[in-house]
């Protein structure tokens, strides 16, 4: 045998390996009900209605984007969390919102990153503040 096949060897057996690893592991992971970031947001929605139907919140989620992007229209984002009514509002409005492309980025972000990006210190405690008068107990 050569060297080269040994090595061929090694290599099917370290990409065997590394399948069977992966297959078990996320066989485990499933069993012990690790769940993943959208599961754990819409078990959290599930616990208080939502306020509006699922549609508004795509509207809400534009409005939003349009906000941030046109002319950083602070008035609009703060219009659309005083319509936010309970926590599932917000965290179903930042699931709807879901990742989009910022404006001169490569990738795509999520609600919480665009509001980091695209506001003051003080426009962003003034969003938390609005949400606090509503009695939602959630901060950006």
Not at 15 to 36: D, E, H, P, Q, T
Not at 49 to 69: C, H, I, K, N, W
Request: glycine fraction near 8%; proline fraction near 1%; avoid cysteine.
């Amino acid at each position: 045998m050569t060297k080269f096949d040994k090595n061929m060897q090694m290599g099917a057996f370290a990409l065997i390996a590394v399948v069977v690893f992966y297959y078990f592991g996320s066989r485990r992971g499933k069993g012990l009900g690790v769940m993943s970031a959208s599961a754990a947001l819409n078990k959290e929605i599930e616990q208080n209605p939502l306020t509006y139907e699922l549609s508004q919140y795509g509207v809400f989620a534009d409005r939003l984007e349009v906000a941030f992007m046109g002319t950083d229209d602070e008035q609009a984002i703060y219009s659309v969390f005083s319509d936010m009514r309970n926590r599932s509002d917000v965290l179903q409005l930042i699931k709807s919102f879901g990742k989009r492309r910022q404006e001169y980025t490569i990738g795509k972000v999520g609600l919480s990153t665009w509001i980091s990006y695209q506001l003051k210190n003080k426009e962003i405690a003034e969003i938390n503040d609005i949400l606090a008068r509503n009695y939602i107990d959630f901060k950006f």
